[in-house]
């Protein structure tokens, strides 16, 4: 029997050649819009959400994906679907839903459980997944449903799926090291803590992988944290260089001597200032910078930046001599 042509792309809007990151942009905003808790005892947006579960099934899976390109480049050459109406199915079920909990929620594809929870026994895909992608198993691609209450396919004999978040750290923390207790969501509506370290040097836009710790399954997905480390009001980074801006009074600069430096963590440096330092110059302090990553005892530098501190309130006896050191460089000029 023949089963109808899904265009996923089109259910998705996004081109033939659209980035994971782009599929996974476009699912996650209509799986918002047409979400069951959004639009209760709407049949026309239910339909929509399996619609976009399905696509994002395909899509988001590159074997699944590279499979259904080659069957649409057939389809669009001989106008019909390679196999029509055989039961061929391959890949694997849908995958398990996860996230944190909490107002950001993470949209991922539903497995046929979840869906089941929301729309009923019958199966939540399409005749053509159900040819062409899902499982063959006993009976070919024949789609499954399942009575309420009675058995289920088991969530640890499938993969866990991979759950990401965003975690916000400063600049000492990202210094030094850190960590975070997380709050993780469970299928069976739980949730858990979860304590994880962010290692020292840590940059912006990081992924940091933690193993073993996303959804549940056989085996189990693994949790991703992407970094974001805040701007700090003191220093500026690039890589593993930091730079910071110093003040130093008027006499130290030509003189020379020493002036205190800030650390990310807390602690002060003494910097030693040449006598007759310009205004602007920044000096080394060696090994006082980021650490890298993976390697936190390989430090980059700190710059600190010299800027002269001038006398705003003078006596007559600062002034007359001020005055005097000003006629004695004329003279010597």
């Known amino acids: ?99 944190f909990a909490g107002g950001n929620y993470q949209y991922q594809t539903m497995n046929e459980e979840d869906l089941e929870d929301l729309f009923g026994g019958a199966s939540p895909f399409s005749d053509f997944f ?93 949790l991703y944290l992407r970094v974001h480390v805040l701007p700090d009001p003191q220093f500026t980074r690039d890589g593993t260089t930091l730079r910071t801006t110093v003040h130093a009074p008027l006499t130290t600069v030509m003189l020379g001597g020493e002036i205190p430096v800030p650390l990310p963590d807390g602690r002060r440096l003494m910097l030693r200032i040449p006598a007759g330092t310009d205004d602007g110059r920044a000096l080394r302090l060696r090994g006082q910078g980021m650490p890298q990553t993976g390697h936190p005892e390989t430090r980059g530098d700190l710059y600190a930046e010299i800027h002269v501190s001038l006398p705003t309130h003078l006596t007559e006896d600062q002034r007359s001599r001020f005055e005097d050191f000003a006629k004695s460089l004329d003279a010597a000029g």
Do not use: C
Request: hydrophobic content about 25%; glycine content about 14%; cysteine-free.
């Open 130 to 222: 159900e040819t062409y992608f899902h499982s063959a198993g006993p009976g070919g691609g024949r789609r499954r449903s399942y009575a309420r209450g009675g058995p289920r396919p088991s969530a640890r004999s499938m993969a866990g799926q991979d759950i990401e978040a965003d975690v916000e750290v400063s600049l000492r923390e990202a210094y030094q090291g850190s960590q975070r207790v997380l709050e993780l969501a469970e299928q069976n509506g739980g949730t858990r803590r979860l304590e994880v370290k962010i290692p020292p040097g840590v940059d912006d836009g990081a992924r940091i992988r933690v193993s073993g710790q996303g959804t549940e399954g056989n085996p189990r997905g693994n």
């Open 1 to 99: 029997m023949a089963v109808d042509y899904k265009d996923y792309y089109k259910i998705l809007g996004v081109s033939k050649d659209a980035t994971q990151k782009e599929i996974q942009r476009a699912f996650r905003r209509l799986a918002r819009q047409y979400h069951p808790d959004v639009n209760p005892d709407n049949k026309e947006a239910e339909s929509k959400f399996k619609e976009i579960n399905e696509a994002n099934e395909v899509l988001s899976d590159p074997e699944k994906r590279k499979k259904y390109n080659e069957m649409s480049d057939y389809y669009q050459r001989y106008g019909v679907w390679p196999g029509a109406g055989q039961p061929a199915g391959a890949g694997t079920a849908g995958r398990g839903a996860g996230g």
